[in-house]
């Protein structure tokens, strides 16, 4: 229940081994009971973080001025740049930001790493800025994120390579 004691847009009835769950009074799905609680609250804080970011985009298109009939072109652009990158030297440099975070490395030290690898901090610089890189640098790359030839180019051109052979 919300603090006006309406009903949440989400809920569950937890009796049972696998409880009905709910959306807005429509029964939508059974879940396990174990799972059930934590499912209603992911998605009860979703609704609110939906509506949070609507609010958020109609009071920018006031301030600015603009018309706010675009809050859903808006929403629309702000989770696209939000998104984890799947594919493209944008994914690349994810990969290479999380390679350094499990090598417990900072920015120095990393840069340092790549080099002995044959990644120069220049190049380095150039895939975290987003820029396409030579095929001169796969090999290196596989090394340093510890991912065979054939991954990287799937993450690199957002293709399964499997289907070029």
């Known amino acids: ?22 959306h807005k009074g429509n029964l939508v799905g059974f879940f396990k009971q174990e799972y059930a609680n934590e499912v209603i609250q992911f998605l009860n804080e979703d609704e609110v973080l939906k509506k949070a970011l609507k609010r958020a985009c109609a009071d920018l298109l006031k301030v600015t001025g603009k018309d706010i009939n675009l809050v859903s072109s808006l929403i ?3 989770i696209q740049v939000s998104e984890r990158p799947k594919h493209g030297t944008k994914a690349i440099a994810l990969l290479l930001k999380e390679r350094q975070a499990e090598l417990d490395l900072n920015d120095s030290e990393f840069t340092k ?23 001169k640098l796969l090999l290196p790359l596989t090394r340093v994120l510890g991912v065979t030839k054939e991954r990287l180019l799937e993450v690199r051109d957002g293709l399964s390579t499997q289907n070029n052979t």
């Open 76 to 78: 629309k652009k702000y």
């Open 1 to 22: 229940m919300s603090l006006r004691n309406e009903p949440l847009d989400w809920q569950a009835n937890t009796q049972d081994n696998y409880v009905p769950i709910y």
């Open 113 to 135: 790493f790549c080099d002995t690898f044959k990644i120069s901090p220049a190049e380095l610089n150039s895939i975290y800025a987003g820029e396409a890189f030579d095929d």
